[in-house]
């Protein structure tokens, strides 16, 4: 059973970088049996919803979102069973619950497994 | 971007009674070559993430109940709760994977009359 994990700073300033990791436990994602995932970011806000961020697979391909595609990094850390996600300049409009989760079918499929999630708050 | 519209935004129910959202996608969500709707619905309580109910706009997840199910097709869909129990309290979504980027619906909640 594939269990995600976010963690990283709950406050972050403003034009700084925000910077998260989701540690994924229960199965190693460079193994075979997971090639199905991608891994993505989602982040939700009251004002905004659910908004997709980004994605990568396990060989390090990202897809992103291209209302936020300048500002963001994901990277994978196979070794460690990691993903990360780097946002740059954030502002109050950053503010939000940031999950992490695993998609099937592709880098933009539907979302069966999540993390519960790490809440970002931008604030000088 | 696929723009996701749901109706209604809120919902009130009486227990054992039907409980019916709608979703609705400013474009197809059918690919003809595998005969698929790429949609999927979500439930999602205070405090906790999204919980992944139907994809393939009619495939049930595992370990989800019966009376939870989708229909519909191309750019109309529909999520029933057949007999509403007290556990079904939530906001539900709705979400496209037809193309990149992946949107949501705005969401509808669903509560006990």
């Known amino acids: 059973q594939l269990q995600l994990q976010e963690s990283g700073p709950g406050l972050v300033k403003p034009s700084e970088t925000l910077s998260l990791t989701c540690t994924v436990s229960g199965g190693s994602i460079s193994d075979t049996s997971y090639w199905v995932y991608y891994w993505g970011w989602i982040r939700q806000s009251p004002g905004k919803g659910l908004e997709w961020i980004g994605s990568?697979?396990?060989?390090?391909?990202?897809d992103y979102n291209p209302s936020l595609k300048s500002r963001v990094t994901a990277s994978v850390d196979t070794s460690k069973n990691q993903i990360s996600l780097k946002l740059t300049y954030v502002t109050a409009a950053d503010t939000a619950v940031y999950y992490c989760a695993g998609l099937r079918t592709s880098s933009y499929g539907y979302m069966d497994v999540w993390g519960k999630g790490t809440t970002v708050t931008v604030s000088s | 971007d696929i723009v996701m519209t749901q109706s209604p935004d809120s919902l009130a129910v009486s227990l054992g009674e039907r409980a019916t959202i709608y979703c609705k996608s400013s474009r197809s969500l059918l690919y003809t070559y595998n005969n698929k709707d790429y949609l999927g619905w979500y439930q999602q309580k205070p405090g906790q993430p999204p919980k992944l109910l139907i994809y393939?706009?009619?495939t049930r997840e595992s370990g989800v109940p019966d009376r939870f199910s989708g229909s519909g097709s191309g750019t109309d869909f529909t999520l029933t709760i057949s007999s509403l129990q007290a556990e079904d309290v939530a906001v539900y979504y709705c979400?496209?994977?037809?193309?990149?980027?992946?949107?949501f619906g705005q969401g509808t909640r669903l509560e006990i009359k």
């Open positions: 990568i697979y396990y060989s390090g391909s990202t």
């Open positions: 393939w706009a009619s």
């Open positions: 979400q496209q994977y037809s193309s990149s980027p992946p949107t």
